[in-house]
């Protein structure tokens, strides 16, 4: 069994910064590939990024490139999205979520690549 705990959702103004963590435990973090995904209200869960279990490789969605940064320290057993710049419409419920395998060598945007998730941690930006 595996528990995420998000933290450090927040109200903000439009261009402000927030960083959310998702704190880990219950199996080996260090070896899973980690993603960040957001729903927005009345909306699909959507992919914001992903990083490999070995910080060998990042991706992010397009929506979210050059604004967000995902960052992991196994050490610690969080993963971190820094999120700068934000805009109205980024306002969603984030949750972090573990990949289904250990030591994959490609990461996913697809929800179902992911076997564990995190209650959510809301982030409203306002104009």
């Known amino acids: 069994q595996v528990q995420l705990v998000e933290s450090g959702g927040g109200l903000v103004q439009a261009g402000d910064s927030l960083r959310l963590s998702c704190a880990a435990s219950?199996?080996?973090?260090?070896?899973?590939?980690m993603g960040w995904f957001r729903q927005a209200p009345g909306k699909e869960r959507e992919f914001v990024a992903a990083?490999?279990?070995?910080?060998?490789?990042?991706y992010y969605a397009d929506s979210v490139k050059g604004r967000f940064t995902i960052s992991r320290d196994n050490a610690k057993n969080t993963v971190y999205l820094q999120m700068n710049s934000l805009k109205p419409e980024d306002t969603a419920a984030y949750y972090c979520?573990?990949?289904?395998?250990?030591?994959?060598?490609?990461?996913?945007?697809?929800?179902?690549?992911?076997?564990?998730w995190g209650q959510g941690t809301q982030v409203t930006v306002s104009s």
């Open positions: 990083i490999r279990w070995n910080v060998g490789s990042i």
């Open positions: 219950g199996r080996s973090f260090s070896n899973y590939n």
């Open positions: 979520a573990a990949d289904v395998a250990p030591f994959r060598s490609s990461l996913s945007k697809l929800r179902g690549e992911y076997e564990y």
